[in-house]
């Protein structure tokens, strides 16, 4: 493990989550596993199909729940492509984290584990403990989790703890009572690096399924977890001679929930908190993200950027999404291709590139969302009216 500030080496320790010189967050480092893509893809697709280079020793049996092997679907006849994270298990990325988090709490003999959410991480995590027969407990904060969240959550028989306040609050709750209990209970929220060592294997699987290294990818930016740990990705394969190239990582946060882009456009070396973050893109309204520096890391590295888009392109994008590609997305995912759009029609990025834009999560997580966009919805009497109406339809 090395520290992501002063660079210390440390033996690889699960319960090691803060760097012991400086308090900055750790990286797990793997060594060359010396594979080549044939073996990889003589197995079945999904996170486990990269067992080599992931920190689970060969002789754990994984708890899964077939996570991973997302659907990556064209944009049109563009050379766009959309990496529909929403079809994973519980229908959002943060299944990739949590079957590597929950088989290593299990191997370790935890009962309990806890992480603080804006809804998926306690979706998630809640489905994979049931599966290993651990106890979870999700912090999250006093308003605005989706219903979609919520109540997968409460289905997987999760304790539901509820804080006044933030969830900048219940993450800083949730790191200060792990340090405080020492190993009573296991933290799944990304501070863990092993969570990001799920998360990573996404890019592997863009190389996998595209045979090449796009020119951007495009990702949601909340805690700022994925993006680094999507970075990690890449950069691995390139290190051990898997990919040739590397990509551009945008970052996308919500204008009122900024502070790394806000940080970026004012040339800033550290974020500008906000302290009351607003969206309706719930899952990153984040007001000071843990894995900041990470995320910085991963722009400045792939020499890419942040950017931000308003609620309105967000809900715009996901009606594009839905209505021109076909696929149902949660406002941050749609926030994603928001910025995606922006940054073409801005000239930032040539309408030639080469882009995969990830989505996060699925719709159906956030009904709420999907409630404001507008219904076709029409009334009948009788059967001439609906035979009427389906000629009308038919005729344009
Ligand atoms: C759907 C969705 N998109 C994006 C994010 C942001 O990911 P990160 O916190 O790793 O930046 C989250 C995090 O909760 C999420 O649930
Ligand atoms: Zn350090």
New binding site residues.
Partial sequence: MKCINCNTIYEYNPFLLLCPKCRNLLEIKIENPSVSWSTWRRRHTGVWRYREALPVPSSVKPITLGEGGTPLVPVEDTRVYIKFEGSNPTG?F?DRGMTIGITIAKNLGTQVVIAAS?G??ASSMAAYAARAGLRAVVVLPEKNISEGKLLQTVLHGAYIVRIRGSFDKAMYYTLEVVERLGKLVYPLN?FNPIRLEGQKTVAYEIVDQLGYVPDYVIV????????AAIWKGFKELYEWGLADKLPKMVGVQAEGASPLATAWSRGLEEPVWFEEPETIAS??RIGKPVNWRRAFIAVRESRGLFTTVGDSEILESQKIIARRVGLGV?P??AAAFAGFLKLVDNRTIDRSSRVVVIA??HALKDPGSMKLHSASTIEVYSLDELARLLVGIAGG
Avoid at 220 to 227: F, H, Q, Y
């Fill in positions: 959002s943060k804006t998926n991480t990304s949601p930016v909340g805690n700022a977890g994925n993006i899952a990153i949660e941050s995912s996060t999560g």
